[in-house]
């Protein structure tokens, strides 16, 4: 696959400048930057406001009903419209669309930063998650048509890197943020620092960013996109605020709808593309084994990741009593490891092929483990300092999976479904977030009982980790079902272009 580089309208006088070309061998690193820049802080925003909500709690006299919809609203909007996102970004220009959907969620955040109010707040957290909704697929899908070969490689690490980055050092971010308290806005500086940083991005997007889209003039997919925002739905919303009400009659009734909404979004998906009309993602997506096996792999990969972020706060925050900052430099040595992990992982994947992700999910398991019976040993006395080791091993493991992952998933999609391949692809992290949360979470309460103190938060904890490494074994079965990687595959560098 190569640039979109013969495209109608305005598009065509927007090809990519041939230093993002193959032949320059990288990436243009302007570009690139740019995108992942939005990317930051919008998929930041899914584990930040987690710091803050002692600080939300005391400055809102919100309610623990309010604090809860704070987050859900955020994931809601955002698992719900990504796949939408991705499609809106094929139709109307992939750079156009990042653009909106970076100037909403600017906008929201800096509603959020303003808030007088818990409900004008959570109203401002749906903007800004369907927001993000926007901008996540079409960063996969600038980077999917604007590079070939290595470069694409290399962006592709990238983007690996700042995903694994947001949520790893989200915590300490958060922590350090408030604990500067700048201007004494407090919990509110998490959602104002957006807001400069979003400018800058969206002036430099026109500038730096080429425009691309799929060929055609098809319209939406409106029915669809009904379809499968109401599927979606029925199955994060219950997940997402079933154990904090104690799984009431109506989230396994959402979870039941579910089931129907979703089929009949994917027979209409089907009977469209045998018409050949334009489904919102189309069925042929999933004929390429390496795409299917790995979106289910990540769904996988996700739950067990998320989860161990929301577990570790809560053992260290509410088990040792430790603030947030503190808590957070912690997420250090995971993201030391992760880094190196990320960094070596091209170099693993040109000799192992699709082993390197069975490594890193086997390596992450390992450190969940070490990490465990680190847990249990230091019951409610020792040093968590001794924690670090185990954290650094489980930091390489994830960043042995993410960056391989995201190039062979995406490896044989064609430009024209490049960003509604990533709307796909990001539902189903997201949807494995939801899904890791909701099951380690019952896991973890249902361990400590009610306990409050460090030994029942340690048993809780260790016990977590266990379930999450069976998880990252699961992933390295599933890798063996991925079929074998060509020589310039991902495992190496992106396969040979196409000319759309």
């Not at 704070?70 to 669309?97: E, H, K, P, Q, W």
């Not at 940083?197 to 939406?220: C, F, M, Q, Y």
């Not at 040595?333 to 082993?355: D, M, T, Y």
């Amino acid at each position: 696959m190569t640039t979109e580089a013969e495209l109608t309208g305005s598009a065509a006088s927007a090809a990519p400048p041939p230093d993002i070309e193959e032949a320059a061998g990288a990436p243009a690193w302007g570009a690139l930057l740019v995108v992942l820049a939005g990317l930051f802080i919008t998929n930041l925003d899914f584990f930040i406001v987690n710091v803050a909500i002692p600080s939300l709690q005391r400055g809102m006299h919100a309610t623990s009903a309010e604090i809860q919809l704070v987050a859900a609203t955020f994931n809601i909007g955002l698992s719900a419209m990504l796949i939408t996102g991705g499609r809106l970004g094929d139709l109307y220009g992939r750079r156009r669309v990042f653009s909106i959907g970076l100037a909403l969620f600017t906008l929201a955040s800096l509603a959020c930063g303003i808030a007088p109010n818990m409900g004008e707040l959570i109203a401002a957290r749906a903007v800004q998650g369907a927001a993000a909704a926007l901008v996540i697929p079409q960063v996969l899908g600038i980077l999917t048509t604007t590079y070939a070969g290595k470069a694409r490689v290399a962006a592709f690490n990238a983007y690996g890197l700042t995903l694994g980055a947001s949520a790893v050092f989200g915590q300490l971010i958060g922590g350090l943020l408030i604990k500067a308290d700048v201007f004494g806005w407090d919990w509110r500086t998490i959602f104002l620092i957006n807001v400069p940083i979003g400018a800058v991005v969206l002036l430099l997007t026109p500038k730096l960013v080429p425009e691309s889209r799929a060929d055609g003039h098809t319209g939406l997919d409106l029915t669809g996109v009904v379809l499968v925002t109401a599927g979606l739905t029925a199955v994060v919303l219950p997940l997402v605020e079933g154990r904090e009400q104690g799984w009431p009659t109506w989230t396994w009734e959402c979870l039941a709808a579910a089931v129907p909404l979703l089929a009949v979004f994917w027979y209409t998906q089907r009977r469209k593309a045998a018409r050949g009309r334009s489904p919102l993602v189309n069925p042929s997506l999933f004929e390429d084994r390496a795409f299917g096996v790995g979106v289910v792999s990540l769904l996988v990969f996700f739950a067990a990741m998320a989860s161990f972020f929301l577990v570790l706060a809560l053992y260290l925050q509410e088990g040792r009593g430790q603030s947030a900052l503190r808590s957070g430099l912690l997420f250090i040595p995971l993201g030391l490891g992760f880094f190196i992990g990320s960094v070596q992982a091209p170099k693993v994947a040109a000799k192992l092929g699709k082993q390197v992700l069975a490594l890193g999910a086997l390596l992450l398991a390992a450190g969940d483990v070490a990490l465990a019976e680190t847990v249990w040993h230091l019951d409610t006395s020792g040093s968590v300092g001794w924690c670090v080791p185990a954290m650094v091993l489980g930091g390489v493991g994830m960043g042995f999976v993410v960056a391989p992952l995201t190039s062979l998933v995406l490896e044989g999609v064609a430009p024209h479904h490049a960003a509604a391949a990533s709307g796909v692809f990001s539902t189903a992290q997201e949807m494995g977030n939801a899904i890791g949360i909701a099951v380690i979470g019952v896991v973890f309460f249902s361990v400590a009982g009610h306990g409050t103190g460090a030994h029942s938060y340690a048993h809780a904890f260790g016990t977590s980790l266990f379930v999450q490494a069976a998880i990252c074994v699961l992933v390295a079965a599933l890798v063996q079902l991925l079929p074998r990687a060509k020589a310039s595959g991902p495992a190496g560098a992106a396969a040979a272009p196409e000319t759309v």
